[in-house]
């Protein structure tokens, strides 16, 4: 089993309310058009509407200064803009290592194999930035196959970010890879980034190569 740990999903974002059970789940999705179970597509609305929503209520106006940020400082008036730079890969005992996804020849990555050790455990880091509007529903969406058979699919909620200057990063929970003469091998991974809107913002291929040691 690919992703053995089932961890609660945390992030500070904007407005995403998901149960540990539900965030837990989204390790495990058997069709990549399905939101996480247990989360509600919140109603679309603009930084703007959202910041004079319930303007006399004070405790809710510095709740939402402090979710929101900077945020009007990345409206422009333009469609949302959704731009992930990077994907580093984090586990103990290596320096990261990361994927430029900022190319213009991003297919090169599939072409490019990197070395796991079976049994480490690992993190994955997003950077990505954001301008114009919310992002809602963020999802990291990944199908890893080995010799053409399907060997794991990941649905990973990441949440609702709004547009700022400086870069988004969302780290996930705290994984491992398999182990195992017959886990040792070469995989092939295809990703997107989509929201609630279906509206892929990249896709992309990299490959991996599960070895002994580093």
């Known amino acids: 089993q690919w992703y053995q740990r089932r961890v609660p999903i945390t992030a500070g974002n904007l407005n995403l309310r998901m149960s540990d059970a539900a965030a837990a ?9 399905v939101v996480t179970p247990g989360y509600v597509a919140p109603a679309k609305k603009t930084v703007e509407e959202i910041a004079n929503l319930d303007q006399d209520d004070e405790a809710l106006v510095k709740y939402k200064q402090a979710l929101l940020g900077d945020a009007a400082a990345g409206m422009t008036g333009k469609p949302l803009a959704v731009k992930v730079t990077k994907m580093t890969f984090i586990s103990a005992g290596r320096d990261p290592i990361e994927l430029d996804l900022s190319s213009a020849d991003i297919s090169a990555l599939k072409d490019q ?18 301008a114009n509007e919310i992002v809602s529903g963020l999802r990291f ?23 700022r200057e400086e870069p988004h990063e969302f780290t996930t929970p705290l994984d491992e890879a398999p182990k195992g003469m ?13 929201d609630d809107d279906k509206t892929v913002h990249l896709a992309w291929e990299w490959t991996f190569k599960i070895v002994q040691e580093w």
């Open 113 to 130: 194999c990197i070395n796991i050790k079976e049994g480490c455990e690992y993190q994955l880091k997003f950077t990505f930035n954001v």
């Open 25 to 33: 789940s989204a390790h495990h999705s058997d069709d990549d058009e």
């Open 182 to 194: 017959v886990a040792r091998g070469k995989y092939h991974a295809k990703c997107k980034f989509i």
């Open 141 to 163: 969406q990944q199908n890893i196959s080995r010799k053409g058979i399907p060997a794991n699919k990941l649905n990973l909620m990441l949440g609702s970010f709004g547009p």
